[in-house]
């Protein structure tokens, strides 16, 4: 206990000697004091402070983070005395705590008279950032960076920035800085030199600030203007995210302000050239060009010519075969397509367009490939009351009416012997293209059997006819069993009594004289009882009258006689 009371002792007058023999004031301490550097080792200046010993100060105080230290001998710095460090009479000094407390005296000046202060953000720490203010180190919550949410603050970082002081307290240490007041404040005075100055188609720089489904606000520089999704460009956009990204820098035109509600509303398309100028000369009226299919309606789809030149092509105008069907079956939105204009609208920034017409008329086409008269060959597509419907092309059919399977047959028994599916020649009878309709034939592919007796075959001709049916209204013949009569019941006899179909039997022949020759339908019109009135005046020319005596059995019966014998002769 003695020796550690000895020991102390001893420090204690080691101490008094060492400050006796220093003449050391110890109310430098914790003071600020000027000194001069004499010169400079490695890492470390020396400075002399005016004291009876000189003071090494870290190099590295002289710079700030990241920097080079720029001091050389003779520079007059303020230093902060913190203690006499050793028994040699060292002085620890410090450099930055001088810089912090000269800082912070002058930050406090600013803190009370509100103004800005210039700092520099070095590092990053939860919830936040570092801030250097000449010396003192304050907090920048991440909130108070930008007026915007920041993704990156890399290109904010070490570079001088404007920051308003929130809250500081000189006992803790603590300083609370923002740097997003100061951008409001500026924002304010900006946006209020702007609006006054604003005037509709002057031509301004922004910044996308925020994109919606109807267009884009941008940011004119403390004032907000909106970007409808019409005005970005000529050419059709579905989204403003399509040509936009929000940060972008853009130049935009005013095309309409409300001075009232301070509306603005803004035009990137206006600063481009119109495409639409001279687009009647671009696109004339029967020209064929390629497009892309922009977007698909009810009603058509759009097709663009060029960017910012859109036409429309109708649904009727899609496809020549495909009716009644929805655009979307026919084309998909990107697809390319070939088109005609129909017709040009320049003030009304209307085309119309023809998809059909620019691939050609498949009813034209057919009739340059297979005239009237050509055979062709298909399959059987359909089957219809009427007739039969046979494939001719990719997508058009050609028809086989009922009336035109068989020369011999009714159509109705003609058509049991074809089934769907069934692949069948036949003949070209007709093309119709304004109509779209194509007429074929089975049965032409052979001769008309009935064609000779057809062309023999007179009106008022003497005939004989096989019966071939027998109905109520009339019997049904052949004439050289391949043309077809028929013989009403009212020309069936002279006499009344004699006018019964049922006197007559099948495969019975009876003479008759035509009455009329139908070659489109291959039949005869024909009549017994005008043959019996003709021969009876014949026979009354010849065998005399009932004026003379006779009686009109007695005249028939001698023509009768004659014809009989007439016919023995041959």
């Known amino acids: 206990m003695a020796s550690i009371t000895a020991d102390r002792a001893g420090s204690e007058d080691f101490a008094a000697l060492l400050d006796e023999t220093l003449g050391a004031d110890t109310g430098f301490a914790g003071s600020v004091v000027t000194g001069k550097v004499i010169r400079v080792d490695d890492d470390v ?51 930055e705590k001088a810089r912090r407390e000269e800082a912070w005296t002058n930050l406090e000046k600013s803190f009370t008279a509100q103004q800005r202060v210039n700092g520099v953000i070095f590092g990053r720490v939860k919830g936040g950032f570092t801030v250097d203010l000449g010396g003192a180190v304050a907090f920048l919550p991440g909130s108070q960076v930008d007026i915007r949410p920041v993704r ?52 301004l720089d922004g910044v996308v600030k925020n994109i919606t489904d109807y267009g884009a606000f941008v940011d004119l520089g403390g004032v907000d203007g909106l970007l409808h999704v019409t005005d970005i460009a000529w050419r059709r956009i579905n989204h403003p995210s399509e040509a936009l990204t929000i940060g972008q820098p853009v130049k935009v035109q005013v095309i309409r302000f409300n001075s009232e509600t301070q509306r603005i509303s803004l035009g990137m398309k206006q600063l481009m050239s119109d495409p639409w100028d001279g687009v009647a000369l671009k696109y004339p009226v029967n020209a064929k060009f390629a497009g892309r299919v922009t977007n698909i309606t009810d009603y058509g789809a759009f097709v663009e010519l060029e960017p910012g030149v859109e036409g429309l092509v109708h649904v009727s105008e899609m496809s020549w075969t495909k009716k009644n069907v929805h655009p ?9 397509v070939d088109v005609m204009i129909l017709d040009v609208d320049e003030p009304k920034r209307r085309i119309s367009l023809g998809l059909k017409q620019a691939q050609g008329n498949p009813w034209e086409l057919f009739l340059e490939a297979h005239a009237p008269g050509s055979i062709i060959e298909g399959e059987i597509r359909n089957i219809t009351e009427f007739g039969l419907f046979v494939g001719v092309g990719p997508d058009i059919d050609g028809m086989v009416h009922m009336s035109d399977l068989s020369w011999d047959e009714a159509g109705e028994a003609a058509m049991q012997h074809y089934t769907k599916g069934q692949v069948v020649k036949a003949k070209v009878l007709d093309v119709d293209v304004e109509k779209e309709r194509i007429s074929l ?41 391949v043309l077809t009569g028929f013989i009403r019941r009212a020309e069936l006899a002279r006499d009344r009594t004699d006018q019964r179909p049922d006197k007559f039997a099948i495969g019975e022949k009876v003479d ?59």
């Open 512 to 570: 008759a004289r035509v009455t009329a020759v139908d070659r489109a339908a291959r039949r005869l019109a024909l009549t017994i009882k005008g043959k019996e009135i003709e021969e009876e005046k014949e026979a009354m020319k010849e065998f005399g009258s009932a004026d003379s005596g006779a009686s009109l059995g007695d005249i028939l019966g001698a023509a009768i006689r004659r014809r009989r014998e007439m016919a023995g002769e041959e």
């Open 152 to 203: 990156d603050v890399g290109p904010l970082m070490g570079s001088p920035q404007p920051f308003q002081i929130l809250k500081m307290d000189r006992s803790r240490g603590n300083i609370v800085v923002s740097r997003r007041a100061v951008l409001e404040e500026t924002r304010a005075e900006q946006r209020s030199e702007l609006i006054q100055g604003l005037k509709e188609g002057m031509i």
């Open 441 to 481: 034939g089975i049965k032409q592919l052979e001769a008309d059997p009935a064609a000779e007796v057809l062309d023999r075959v007179r009106k008022g001709d003497i005939v004989t006819c096989v019966v071939t049916k027998v109905e109520t209204n009339g019997i049904e013949v052949k004439v050289d069993e």
């Open 45 to 95: 200046a020396v400075v002399d402070v005016g004291l009876k010993s000189e003071g090494r100060v870290p190099l590295k105080e002289f710079a700030a983070p990241g920097q080079k230290a720029e001091v050389k001998p003779g520079d007059l710095i303020e230093l902060f005395v913190e203690r006499y460090e050793d028994r040699d009479g060292s002085i620890v000094l410090s450099r």
């Open 328 to 336: 979307g079956k026919i084309v998909a939105t990107s697809e390319q």
